[in-house]
């Protein structure tokens, strides 16, 4: 099985300077203080439209590590240095937390700008992608998924909702570009997937056009997957994911005294992610998948099935995706071995994109025992540079 070398920090920096790698190293390293991660963005929201030099910090740490800039044209350099890298860019808008039908107008046609972008160079932006809730509110969304019966108004609202998933989905087929649809809480989960699963019907007939997203930390996704398999007859689009809010999604079954849907404990949820993976790669002729992962034993994983199935490491209904500004370890050696590799690339004014910040500030601290890790591999770069 071709073995991929993660600890190569040659191949996965060589895109930063030394004066880059100093200041991600800095960034990391204070994610190690867990009360300025926990208090740090709640106090940088409340004063940033009135503090300037708060605005100016969080631009030139935080969002310039996990960011790509304010708007579609500001990712541009970002999209060129990932190219250059042989990753390609998934260009993601990341405002969150704004609930008015304005901005849901808005981040719509800002959606369908990102797919737009896409189509004028589809090679070096492979997919778009989108969150539910940036198109509708949650409260009405956890409503519709419960089955509750809606007021007139709400009816009215929702109806708007689905023709601006529609206009996406539209939007994406008419420009033959690849969507994700991300994955979210699972109270709102069923409604997502009912919408993603009827798109799919409707635009993935020539081709994967249209992506659900497998949240693997939730029981019975294998289940589901194969559900899909033997029930539509048009092509399957998988972004395969662990989830990304298990505290919440515990913590609300337990405050409402249903049964957990998340899996028992961390085996269980890689259990089911490279399971999920090995039951797509068996069926690679009807699905196209992508493996949204930072943990390097799935991606080994997938690399050992496409060898065992002796698929090509450019097979074009396989890839893998990181974040920007994480696991560049990861992207940057499977792309440099021959993999399709993209990064999300998310957007957005700085305000805005606080509370994906602040996620991505949490994931890489000790609230999550993953403190260190991305600092190690800058710090062994910055070495190798300087032995
Ligand atoms: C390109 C990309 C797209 C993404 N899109 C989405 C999306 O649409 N929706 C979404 O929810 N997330 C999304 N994520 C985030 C993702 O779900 C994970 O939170 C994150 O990537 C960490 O998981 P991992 O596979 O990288 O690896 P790891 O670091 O190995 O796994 C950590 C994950 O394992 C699970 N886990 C940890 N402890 C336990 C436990 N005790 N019991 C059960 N499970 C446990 C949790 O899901 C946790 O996040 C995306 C990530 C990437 C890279």
Redesign the pocket.
Known sequence: MPQIDFNNTQVAFAHKTDAELKKAALLFKSFNYPWLIKYGPGLAASVINFLPPVKSLIRNTLFAQFCGGENIKDCEKAIVALTKGKIGT?LDYSVEGEESESVFDYTCKEIIDTIHKAATNQKDIPFS?F?TTGIGRMDLLTKVNAGEALSETETAEFAKVRARFDSICQAAYDNNVRL?V???DSWIQDIIDSMTYEAMERFNKEKAIIFN?I???RTGRIAHIQEKLDSMSCFLGF?L??????EKERARAAEKKYPSP?????A???AE?DGALELCVKHIAKVCI?A????E??SQKLCDLMEQYQLPKDHPHIFF???LG??DHISYNLANAGYNV???VPYGPVKAVLPYLSRRAV?NSSV?G?VGRELNLINTELKRRHK
């Open positions: 998934i992608v969150k994700f991300d994955a979210e997203t949240q693997c930390y972004k994911v662990r989830g990304a809010y298990m998340i899996n028992p404990d961390k269980a949820t890689d992610y992508c949204g992962t930072h943990n034993n799935s995706a990181q974040l994480m696991s993209a990064k999300y994931e999550q993953q």
